[in-house]
Nanobody, 113 residues
Framework: VQLVESGGGLVQPGGSLRLSCAAS????????MRWYRQAPGKGREMVATITWAGLTINYADSVKGRFTISRDNGKNTVYLQMNSLKPEDTAVYYCYTSYRGSWGQGTQVTVSS
């Protein structure tokens, strides 16, 4: 199982980023996917979840209305579109699959002026 996140970086407050997580080693279309984040000195927090067919989506209250999770089962990829970014969104963002409880290596998102 391999999950590879990309798309992180440094962005100013109010800006946008799109994270991607490319999956391999399992049947991607059969499994729910999630994005988590971990800020410095804090525990890992669930950001967004999407079921295998994309029919059920949930968000943390802190990102509702600003972040959008989506998936492309043909490309074995899950995305996180992040808009109206705030400094408190600064964290390492991780991709997670319910297949064997597997994690990606994370991608750093820094929101700062």
């Amino acid at each position: 199982v391999q999950l590879v996140e990309s798309g992180g970086g440094l962005v100013q407050p109010g800006g946008s980023l799109r994270l991607s997580c490319a999956a391999s080693g399992f049947t991607f279309s059969n499994y729910d996917m999630r994005w988590y984040r971990q800020a410095p000195g804090k525990g890992r927090e669930m950001v967004a979840t999407i079921t295998w067919a994309g029919l059920t989506i949930n968000y943390a209250d802190s990102v509702k209305g600003r972040f959008t999770i989506s998936r492309d089962n043909g490309k074995n990829t899950v995305y996180l579109q992040m808009n109206s970014l705030k400094p408190e969104d600064t964290a390492v963002y991780y991709c997670y699959t319910s297949y064997r409880g597997s994690w990606g290596q994370g991608t750093q998102v820094t929101v700062s002026s």
